[in-house]
């Protein structure tokens, strides 16, 4: 299975407390700092980043990998793929 065990991200943007499109812009901004293949992660919890995240990972083609509940928002996992 591909994918599997986990892996780790990287890199961790800590955007809990902003409304979108806020986590997807620092998301953007910081993606460059884990090498092509590796995951970075985006906390969020503004409703909205369940869906902005992963629909900009497949309008940007980096694989959307995983929603990881906290106890306040989620994860987001997103392989960076270019």
């Given at each position: 299975m591909?994918?599997?065990?986990?892996q780790a991200p990287l890199v961790t943007v800590e955007a809990v407390g902003r409304k979108c499109p806020v986590p997807?812009?620092?998301l953007a901004a910081r993606l460059g700092e884990v090498?092509?293949?590796?995951v970075i992660a985006v906390t969020a919890?503004?409703?909205a980043a369940r869906a902005?995240?992963?629909?900009?990972c497949r309008m940007k083609m980096h694989e959307f990998l995983a929603e990881e509940p906290l106890g306040r928002g989620s994860a987001f996992h997103i392989r960076r793929m270019y």
């Open positions: 591909p994918g599997y065990p986990p997807i812009i620092m090498p092509i293949g590796s919890d503004d409703p902005d995240i992963p629909a900009w």
